[in-house]
């Protein structure tokens, strides 16, 4: 499976797995299906929403290491 960095496109990281849509959820992003919200890279996302990037990829690439 392919890692994820701040840089990767959301959309492109809910296409790999739909499971990690709970972590956009819980950040506060929750038109997850929006065109503008699949185009943003995860380091944009976090700006927007106030979260820590470096944390959040971590979160994500633990949770597909895990699968």
């Known amino acids: ?3 994820i960095t701040k840089d990767t ?3 492109d990281i809910l296409d790999m797995d739909e499971s990690t849509a709970p ?3 819980e950040m506060g992003m929750h038109c997850l299906g ?3 919200a699949r185009g943003e890279s995860l380091a ?3 700006a ?3 979260v820590d990037a470096e944390a ?3 979160k994500i690439n633990e949770h597909l ?3």
């Open 1 to 3: 499976m392919t890692e």
């Open 44 to 46: 944009e996302a976090c």
């Open 34 to 36: 929006c065109p503008s």
């Open 9 to 11: 496109i959301i959309g």
């Open 23 to 25: 972590f956009f959820f």
């Open 56 to 58: 959040m990829v971590k």
């Open 48 to 50: 927007v929403h106030g």
């Open 65 to 67: 290491a895990g699968k």
